[in-house]
């Protein structure tokens, strides 16, 4: 079972498995072109990729928009076309069918596409820190996995997996943790049914926070042994050993690490892009946004990502999440899931583009 991605995602995870296996043996024995098979028809010398996002328009993206605009992409070499996920778009079967070039997922969608057929590698991990984490009251707190004993936690369903590696991580007694099944929004907590409840860091928190006036207690369980890289970037790992495809998705990386590189400096371009153009039917808000914006800058930096650069992948980060995939039950992931070459090629030692 995988970890769940936001609730607005929740829809997602009943198409996973029949979606990608579908579009494997409608794929079978046929050979797959992608956008970057085909030459430019503009006359210019860039290479036309596509990027599969995992869900709907959100600032979650703001550096690729930001990229896009300010023609990052375009000068390393690539014209890229950002794709908009949704409840019926599983990314990594895009890219498995060659109609993606690169898809955006968790480490653990990728892996589960591998145990399914697929043969995909992740080059970069956008969030260092998966975004999944326990949300509590602060008159009630729960601040390390020992709080959860004793109380009532609210598991939305595809969340039960990871609320078991949680426990076992941490040596608790499952006996003394009342797992009480909801949805995907706030009110249990809100109304005390709950005492804790699983959610999207960058998300509920701020729902929460809207419908009580007080800052919940966030405790993010990458914190706590549940290392799953998310947001990370997958591609056939065919097209790592053509000269030209590893080419064009270098310069991608580039182009994407630069537009995360002004993220990180300054989100309010990224903001105004997404509410204003990539989502500019979406209804959604630039106070919104900006506040999940903010949240999102403590999954994107770390002292990692500030020593070697930003969408790094560590060797010890590696072990970490083949061991968490492996307590939730994924078989077949082992270090081949990874390729950090391109993105030791792209920084050249350094810790910054550009």
């Not at 949704?86 to 969608?109: C, E, F, K, L």
């Not at 997958?234 to 050993?241: F, H, I, K, M, T």
Request: with cysteine; net charge negative.
């Amino acid at each position: 079972m995988t970890i769940r991605i936001p609730r607005r995602r929740a829809a997602r995870a009943t198409v996973l498995a029949a979606g990608l296996a579908a579009v494997l043996a409608a794929v079978a024995g046929c050979s797959s072109s992608s956008a970057s098979d085909a030459p430019s028809t503009d006359g210019s010398s860039l290479t036309p990729l596509t990027l599969q996002t995992s869900w709907i328009p959100l600032v979650q993206f703001g550096g690729s928009y930001v990229a896009d605009k300010e023609g990052y992409y375009n000068a390393n070499g690539v014209d890229v076309d950002i794709l908009p996920g949704g409840p019926d778009v599983d990314s990594m079967a895009a890219v498995a069918s060659g109609q993606a070039d690169i898809g955006m997922g968790n480490a653990d969608t990728v892996a589960r596409a591998n145990e399914q057929g697929a043969d995909l590698v992740i080059i970069a991990a956008g969030f260092q820190k998966n975004p999944l984490a326990i949300l509590s009251s602060p008159d009630k707190p729960i601040k390390t996995p020992k709080d959860m004993e004793g109380k009532k936690i609210g598991v939305p369903s595809g969340d039960e997996a990871a609320q078991s590696a949680l426990v076992d991580f941490n040596g608790l007694d499952a006996s003394a943790i009342t797992s009480v099944p909801v949805g995907f929004d706030v009110a249990p907590l809100v109304s005390g049914e709950v005492d804790g409840l699983w959610v999207f860091y960058t998300e509920q928190p701020i729902a929460y926070e809207e419908n009580t006036g007080k800052e919940g207690v966030t405790m993010l369980t990458a914190d706590y042994g549940l290392d799953v890289y998310a947001q990370v970037y997958a591609v056939q790992r065919s097209a790592l050993e053509d000269d030209s495809k590893r080419t064009a998705i270098e310069g991608f990386l580039k182009g994407e690490i630069e537009g995360w590189q002004a993220y990180v400096k300054d989100p309010t371009e990224a903001v105004d892009l997404t509410v204003n153009d990539y989502a500019k039917d979406g209804g959604l808000t630039i106070e919104e946004q900006t506040k999940q914006a903010e949240r999102q800058m403590d999954l994107l930096v770390t002292p990692e990502t500030e020593e070697h650069g930003l969408l790094w992948i560590s060797d010890d980060g590696i072990q970490k999440n083949l061991t968490t995939l492996k307590s939730l039950g994924i078989t077949g992931a082992d270090e081949s899931l990874f390729d950090t070459s391109v993105l030791q090629d792209v920084y050249q030692g350094k810790n910054t583009i550009g």
